[in-house]
Each structure stands twice: as structure tokens, then as C-alpha cells.
């Protein structure tokens, strides 16, 4: 894989349609971003001013060149080239969302979303997969030096105060959310990235279960 700057990073060149192993939910995610960024220009347009970040630290991740590439077609090079898996994408929806709420100035924007989204995925993809890339490789699929994506990681998990722990029925209800979005314009079905909850709380079960033997037989 080539080590691809913002400036080519276009979408007639890396959007990988039918993709047979693509996941709905990077389809689903793209159009609820997409659906964020446009309120947010339409209040910035009846304000008659530039969405611009409030706070300070927010604003690493503005970009003095945004890609030339659509929200799904960046979301879909990440997948083909990290196979991340479902509730990756999830659990980086949840980071967003706890981000705009850590810091309500913050809007996502043309300028910020794509470093946003190769911060949020890489942090969850390290919180939730057992095997992953370095950070260099992330880099290097989001058209970023590796120094850039070190520090969009640490601003990152300063800004979310090192609180990434995603429990069950958080990532549950975010399913839901994705879902519910993907049934106003279709009625599909995420492919249940809420089977990786169900195996979480088997294993939490099985762990419970573990534990009480454990207890009984020392």
C-alpha cells in the first residue's frame, strides 16, 4: 500500500463498491455523519458564519487540506485495508458522540471529520479487537504521517480522559440507534454487530460462572 497524501486521497480512485464483505454499518454510520455535517452547515449558513471549534484542543482535528473523498468512501478504504471488524465502527460512533458531548462546541465538519473518524477508529479498533496495526499503518490509510496520528491519538484520549470502556448496554443501545437509522431508509438490519454484546455477555457469564467455582473449590 502506498503512503497516501490528503491531496489523493480521492474517492474515484479508493471507493471500493460491492465490496462483498463490506459491513452495512460503515454504510450506516457514513450517512448519520453525513446527516450531522449537513445540519451543522445549514446552522452555519442562517448564522451566516464558519463552523469553527470553540475549544482549542478540539481543533487538532482540523485539517489544513481535507481528503478529496466522501465520509463512506474513506470509511470503506479503512475497511479494506484494516478488516476491522463491525463493532470497531460501533465503538468509534460512541467516542464521537461522547466527544461532542465532552466539548459541545465542537461540530463536525468537512474540515475535521476524516482525521476525526481514523482517530476514533483506530482508538476502538486497539479497544476492541486482540490483533492490531501499528499506528503507522492507520497513518498511512488516513493520508497522515505517523507523527500526526500519535499526537490526533494522545489529544484524543486526553480529550475523552482515558474513559473508553464501552459496556454492553451502551454498545447496545447504539446498535439500536444504527439500526433504527438504517430501517427509515430501508428496514435492513445491521449485520448484528449486537452479536459481538450477545458473546460479550456469555463471556462475561462464563467468567461469573468461572469465578463462583473458582470461590467454591479454594
Do not use: W
Not at 107 to 117: A, D, Q
Not at 161 to 174: Q, R
Amino acid at each position: 500500500m502506498l503512503n497516501i497524501s490528503p491531496r489523493k486521497l480521492r474517492s474515484d480512485l479508493y471507493s471500493y463498491q460491492d465490496e462483498p464483505d463490506m459491513p452495512l454499518v460503515v454504510s450506516v454510520l457514513a450517512a448519520l455523519i453525513e446527516r450531522h455535517m449537513a445540519r451543522n452547515e445549514r446552522i452555519s449558513r442562517s448564522s451566516r458564519r464558519v463552523i469553527l471549534s470553540k475549544d482549542a484542543k478540539t481543533r487538532v482535528f482540523d485539517a489544513h487540506e481535507a481528503p478529496d473523498m466522501t465520509i463512506e468512501s474513506f470509511l470503506e478504504r479503512i475497511f479494506r485495508y484494516t478488516k476491522a471488524g463491525p463493532s470497531v465502527y460501533v465503538v468509534a460512533y460512541v467516542y464521537i458522540d461522547r466527544l461532542c458531548q465532552n466539548y459541545p462546541g465542537f461540530k463536525i465538519s468537512p474540515s475535521n471529520v476524516h482525521r476525526l473518524l481514523i482517530t476514533t477508529i483506530m482508538v476502538a479498533s486497539k479497544y476492541v479487537e486482540d490483533m492490531n496495526y501499528r499506528n503507522s499503518y492507520f497513518a498511512r490509510v488516513g493520508g497522515l504521517t505517523t507523527k500526526e496520528m500519535n499526537k490526533l491519538e494522545v489529544d484524543f484520549l486526553f480529550m475523552m480522559g482515558f474513559k473508553l470502556h464501552v459496556n454492553v448496554s451502551v454498545f447496545e443501545g447504539y446498535c439500536c440507534h444504527l439500526e433504527r437509522e438504517v430501517s427509515i431508509g430501508g428496514g435492513y438490519h445491521i449485520e448484528r454487530a449486537l452479536r459481538c454484546a450477545e458473546e460479550i455477555k456469555l463471556s462475561q457469564c462464563v467468567d461469573k460462572r468461572f469465578g463462583q467455582i473458582a470461590r467454591i473449590t479454594l
